[in-house]
């Protein structure tokens, strides 16, 4: 099997990971923060190791910060919820996936609304000025993705780090595409709150997820429960992260996510498996420019302007059937609409959705090359 | 030398002041607390081997929030 549906979550895990999860559950299998048992303990360390990695990989003085969650989406619900339960206006892309969209949605009747400004990847400058123009007075958060999950493109989230700030406004990014492939530094870039999944670019398990918080705001909780601290208290502790982080902990999914963070590093850190994909795939993206038939939407792939992911379809066909005689063929891919409907609109794609091939660090040219093949036949043979 | 023991909230607060002082040279041990009445319950205290003054500081200085601090040493 081929998979190239590393967007989604990247497969194969590196072999750190598997070790870190399988050593996780025979040797750090009592619950953290709770007991003071010498398993409890070593346990707490490294969950601990895990979120100091974390920090100084996305620049976070405090390790504290670090909230673990069980994926991107429930961190981005953390921060939307956290921060406009009772009403407000959002400023958001036209890039963002559901996970964004929806939770804003669902506040609709509290009050919240949101602008959706375009994101266009040649006009950084362009595109921060148009954040800038949907703040409204009753502007309670910025949040954008850092790079589209459908179109690979990128937003130029230091410039409008740097109009937040100025207007003083919580800035989010919902780092899905972008953590482990692109570099984030959290106090340059201005972020109060960086949303991730453990088990995309950081090659950690699934179920997993982290949300840094720089603490410059405090967010109301979305769950509330047992941290093992304050405990006579009936209400929920102020301090990060036990005031987000209720309940047990994914300890085997953090030690595996540590697993991959300690792997990426040893692959030369984050952005050389990005060069060596991009490098990759931009063979791929000059074959298939050159194949009648194929229809391409994302740019040349070039780490400034996106991240390494490639969409297209192929003649007039629908993109799941494509992308079920990709399968047929052994190669795995993900079509449809990538619960990410506005940036489908962005290319005109919302009624047959779009095949996505994605690499990651264990993806060959001998991979590519089978895909050029086979979409080529496609394209021949409808 | 003392030993000064340190009450903080958090297994994570337990946590980074063991590293902050452990890089400072300091001999640490954490263990679970109970300081119902400062911490309205369940906590961690690091028990470490260096005055009241110095141990304070170095800790104040990293930001680490202090529940209560005590001259001498728990149980180990």
Known sequence: ?382 | MNWTTVYVSSVTNAMRGKKVLEQQGYRVYMQRSSHAEENNGCGYSLLVYGTEQAVKAALSKSGIRMIRVEHGGGRR
């Open chain 1, 1 to 382: 099997m081929i998979y190239l549906d590393n967007a989604a979550t990247t497969y194969p895990k590196p072999p750190d990971v598997q070790r870190a999860v399988s050593e996780a559950m025979i040797h750090y299998g009592a619950n953290p923060g709770r007991g003071g048992h010498t398993m409890a303990m070593s346990t707490a360390e490294r969950v601990y190791e895990c979120r100091e990695a974390l920090a100084s990989l996305f620049h976070l003085e405090n390790p504290a910060g670090v909230v673990f969650t069980l994926n991107c989406t429930h961190a981005l619900n953390m921060v939307i919820k956290g921060l406009l339960s009772d009403g407000g206006h959002a400023v958001i892309t036209d890039c963002e996936h559901n996970s964004v969209v929806r939770p804003l949605a669902a506040l609709a009747t509290k009050g919240v609304s949101y602008t959706m400004v375009s994101v266009d990847p040649t006009r950084p400058y362009e595109t921060a000025q148009r954040v800038r123009r949907a703040i409204r007075p009753t502007t309670r958060l910025i949040l954008c993705t850092h790079a589209s999950n459908v179109l690979g493109i990128r937003t130029p989230i230091r410039q409008i780090g740097q109009i937040a700030q100025k207007f003083h406004i919580p800035f989010a990014v919902d780092a899905a595409q972008s953590a482990g492939i692109l570099p984030i530094d959290m106090e340059k870039d201005n972020i109060d709150f960086l949303c991730m999944p453990a088990h995309k670019g950081l090659y950690g398990p699934m179920g997993c997820g982290a949300l840094l918080c720089r603490g410059t705001y405090m967010l109301s909780t979305l769950v509330e429960g047992g941290t093992g601290s304050a405990s006579l208290s009936e209400s929920q502790p102020t301090e990060l992260p036990d005031r987000l982080e209720s309940g047990t902990l994914n300890v085997p999914a953090i030690c595996g996510l540590n697993g991959g963070l300690r792997w990426l590093h040893r692959q030369g850190g984050v952005g050389e498996l990005a060069k060596r994909e991009t490098n990759l795939l931009g063979t791929l993206y000059t074959q298939l420019a050159n194949t009648k038939g194929i229809d391409l939407y994302t740019p040349y792939p070039d780490l400034t302007v996106c991240v390494p992911l490639l969409t297209c379809n192929v003649q007039n066909l629908p993109s799941e059937e494509t992308a079920a005689r990709l399968n047929d063929a052994g190669i795995s891919v993900r079509a449809g609409l990538h619960c990410a409907p506005s940036a489908h609109r962005k290319i005109g794609t919302v009624t047959r959705g779009a095949v996505r091939i994605c690499p990651s660090a264990f993806t060959t040219w001998n991979d590519l090359e089978k895909v050029w093949k086979i979409l080529t036949e496609i394209a021949r043979n409808p």
